[in-house]
């Protein structure tokens, strides 16, 4: 199971629709969530996603991407929690981190370590990764890159029975990738088992203009989750603010020709209405959507 939970999907300014940026994913059973805005735990409660966090991973240090940690923190704490947590980001992360816990009268119940990435560092999580991505948002700032690791191919059931290789256990070893003997002949592995297959992977760009950092690891991609903050008329002012366009994010993800486009962090300005955000983009790349507070993703897994 890969799935995203859109937690808050609103700009700088929280809207009666949407709060500051969270998403949330759970891979396999391990939680983790990408950034933490303002209600971002009342959010978990709502979509109940529950609070088993392995990992957050911020994307910088705006308020709408980190206010909601204090008091996430305390609830876990308050709720027993004794397993570390793990918290990432840009350049400040360790700063920022003290001073979150130390915000109140309280002491946690569990540890907290900061760990502060750069570009391109990865986090292995075992049978998949989190990479960072450098992104221009004019303060450090990171995207970041979940992609699980290659799967091993089919069995080829058919073809271990014309071996010779009777069903039981040594299907099991061979498709762990260990070598049998029948009747004095080695089997390889190779032999009956397809081609590796693909993981899943999914890009998430934080606030940022469009960047080389970004565009680079999305060839392949299951789902582009981008700032499409501004409709395509407010260009100059994405500029200025160093956010990207709806339009800005779908060309990316053409070039690129992800398998879908979900657009984030919408201004206010959008809160009623974000018809010309969706068709900027829908000009341009046919497979996109706007992501809506507590709207959830489930991603296949992949054969090719």
């Known amino acids: 199971m890969l799935r995203i939970t859109f937690l808050g999907t609103g700009g700088s300014l929280p809207t009666i629709n949407r709060n500051p940026s969270a ?9 983790m969530l990408f950034d933490c ?11 109940k996603t529950g609070m088993k966090l392995s990992s957050i991973f911020i994307t910088h240090f705006h308020a709408d991407h980190f206010l909601g940690i204090p008091g996430l923190i305390q609830t876990m704490s308050f709720n027993g929690r004794t397993d570390s947590l793990d918290i990432y980001g840009p350049r400040w992360t360790k700063q920022m981190v003290k001073l979150l816990i130390e915000l109140g009268y309280y002491k946690l119940g569990f540890s907290i370590n900061a760990h502060e990435l750069t570009g391109g560092d990865i986090v292995d999580k ?10 221009d948002h004019g303060i450090p700032s990171l995207g970041y890159l979940l992609e699980e690791k290659k799967r091993t191919g089919k069995f080829n059931r058919e073809k ?6 009777p069903v039981g256990p040594l299907f099991s070893k061979l498709q762990k990738g260990e070598t049998v003997t029948i009747n004095g002949k080695k089997i390889l592995p190779a032999d009956v088992m397809g ?27 299951d789902i582009l989750i981008h700032d499409g ?23 990316i993800a053409r070039k690129t020709k992800v398998k879908q486009l979900i657009l984030t962090h919408i201004s206010s300005r959008y809160s009623e209405n974000t018809e010309l955000l969706y068709n900027d983009a829908k000009r341009v790349f046919d497979s996109v959507k706007i992501a809506g507070d507590l709207m959830e993703i ?7």
């Open 126 to 135: 075992g049978d998949f990764f989190i990479k960072a991505l450098d992104t």
């Open 23 to 31: 998403i949330f994913i759970n891979r396999e059973g391990e939680m």
């Open 160 to 165: 271990a029975m014309e071996l010779g290789i």
């Open 229 to 251: 903050t501004l409709a395509d008329e407010l260009g100059d002012w994405a500029v200025e603010t160093k956010h990207s366009t709806s339009g800005e994010a779908a060309l």
């Open 37 to 47: 805005g303002e209600g971002t735990q009342q959010q978990m409660m709502r979509a």
């Open 298 to 304: 489930e991603v296949p897994l992949r054969d090719v």
């Open 195 to 221: 081609e590796s297959r693909p993981g899943r992977k999914i890009i998430y760009s934080g606030d940022t203009r469009p960047c080389e950092s970004i565009e680079k690891e999305c060839y392949g991609a």
